[in-house]
């Protein structure tokens, strides 16, 4: 009978938490410490790295070089602890009460640490199939990394049969979620005293009617929501999250920007929703330059990340499904994943990882043991299916 990875998965799991692979820094230290783990059980790898050589994405090959594998995609990098009412040291694996506390436990350092435990069984096994290990950089900032590595597996490796990308769902099959596309706006006005509005443009007070728009383009998004939508909300939603600008009360505001997200289900066109909204951006400019040639709006995508749709008969989620002992409903998630960018890249593509998306982000960030246990059962027959001629 195929051995517990539970234990094993635990001690790597120690380790990859006490890498602060926070998106902010480099994920570097953590992915050489993989390399070495990947060298001393045999396996080939290679990194794909960023533009600036401090990031890398990995990707190794357990077995054949064959096509009909399988892919375990998982990032790397986590979001910041930074003013977080942490209980624990969030870098040091602590187990209280069946949980196992520290960043990126749940989201989704666990899942990683299932993989590299499974690698000597499939080594031992002499899979039949490949298994492929994707790790990315910068998921946390808009699935950055990804595109790179997709394309290197499209380009490089025998075509893999799936891939399962092992963000939390409670070891459950999902195959669907939201896109995400990031946008940055910035106002441009004239600075004068607050007393003097005749010599002054404020982007400030500017920058609130482009604000009020995306408020009402919001509402309309919630009205027109499709109820028959599986998503929680079920439409496509927008939100302002950062605003900053302005330099004292009584000086009018020379710049004032911000940054907004568009979450989108399959189905929606992030620029056709948008249109409303870059004819007023545009109309403001011009306004804004006929009263100060210096003023103006400029709107920048930051981010786009494509939503994952569920595909008839999908062989990823067939394939999950099997593994994970899962004959629940489908099911879809809000939240935006590499899942879409390898669909988009061809790839038959499921979500299933340990964790909830709950836990996830929060201090005192922690993933069930159980949790960990269920997915070394799935790695244990990951590891019998490769073996299959």
Known sequence: MARDL???????????????????????????????????????HRRVPNEHGDKANLLATVGPSAEGGVVLSGHTDVVPVDGQPWSTDPWTLTERDGRLYGRGTCDMKAFLALSLAAVPDLVAAGPAKPVHLAFSYDEEIGCL???????????????????VVGEPTDMV???????????????????????????????????????????????????????????????????????????AHNIIARECGFTFDLRCPPGFEVEEVLAPFYAEARALDAALKARAPEAGVMVEKKTDVPPFAPEPDGAAEALARRLAGDNGPPR????????????????????CGPGSIAQAHQPDEYLERSQLERGAAFMRRLVEWAAEA
């Open 6 to 44: 539970t234990p094993a998965a635990l001690d790597i799991l120690r380790t990859l938490v006490a890498f602060d692979t926070t998106s902010r820094g480099s994920n570097l230290e953590l992915i050489a410490w993989v390399e070495a783990y990947l060298d001393r059980h045999g396996v080939p």
């Open 145 to 163: 990394g990804a595109p790179a590595m997709i394309e290197v597996i499209r380009r490089e490796l025998p075509a893999p049969a799936c891939v």
């Open 332 to 351: 879809v998630v809000a939240f935006a994943a590499e899942a879409g960018q390898f669909q988009r890249g061809g790839f038959s593509t499921v979500i």
């Open 173 to 247: 099959a999902v195959n669907g979620h939201k896109g995400i596309a990031t946008f940055r706006v910035t106002v441009t006005g004239r600075e004068a005293h607050s007393s003097q509005t005749q010599q002054g443009v404020s982007a400030i007070m500017e920058a609130v009617k482009l604000m009020s728009f995306l408020g009402e383009l919001a509402q309309r998004l919630d009205r027109e929501a499709d109820p028959a939508s599986p998503f929680t909300p079920k439409g496509a939603t927008l939100t302002i999250g950062l605003v900053s600008g302005g330099t």
